[in-house]
């Protein structure tokens, strides 16, 4: 079956979709691979953000010392 024919049957059966008021093959397709993927994308963002446990709160709410030195406290400090 080459890609001409598959692509028809795909629009053929499109069309009978269309006009029984349902969605076509190609769109459950789309769809379900963009709601996978967001599904995923999102499920993999709130793994990466609770999942590290440096956490630095630098309005004075959080902790009173970040548990990795950052940029600033590698510095020496000056004496006063």
Known sequence: MSISMIALALLQTSAEARAAGGLGP????????????????TAWCFYRVLSTRDHFDPDGTGPAHAPVPGEVEQEKRRKR
């Open 26 to 41: 190609f769109a459950w397709v789309f769809m379900l691979v963009s709601m996978g993927a967001v599904t995923t994308l």
